[in-house]
């Protein structure tokens, strides 16, 4: 199994940054996909995007190509989701996910493994 923790979140104003982290532990040496997945109150879990596990492969919602960008070290047991030029609408509580595999995959349904969330609020 892989524990997940992120970390991050916070209050910024509309055409901020902001860089969410999500450290794993647990059963890291295999190789595992991550994901990130954001929910605002009252609508349904959605994907952000995904990394494969050499970071060589990655996915995007269309609402946040071109402003956000995951990365990860594997090294640290860590993945990143950079956040620029926030809207109003971004804000949501942002999950990490992870996945047993090499396949990316935009369903949260398929994800294996969640972090507890990080609430990023952006204010205009």
């Known amino acids: 199994q892989v524990q997940l923790v992120e970390s991050g979140g916070g209050l910024v104003q509309a055409g901020g940054s902001l860089r969410l982290s999500c450290a794993a532990s647990?059963?890291?040496?295999?190789?595992?996909?991550m994901g990130w997945f954001r929910q605002a109150p009252g609508k349904e879990r959605a994907f952000v995007g995904a990394?494969?596990?050499?970071?060589?492969?990655?996915s995007y919602a269309d609402s946040v190509k071109g402003r956000f960008t995951i990365s990860r070290d594997n090294a640290k047991n860590t993945g990143y989701l950079q956040m620029n030029s926030l809207k109003p609408e971004d804000t949501a509580v942002y999950y990490c996910?992870?996945?047993?595999?090499?396949?990316?995959?935009?369903?949260?349904?398929?994800?294996?493994?969640w972090g507890q969330g990080t609430q990023v609020t952006v204010s205009s």
């Open positions: 996910a992870a996945r047993y595999g090499s396949t990316l995959y935009s369903s949260h349904r398929l994800y294996d493994y």
């Open positions: 990394i494969s596990w050499s970071g060589s492969s990655t």
């Open positions: 647990g059963r890291t040496s295999s190789t595992y996909a």
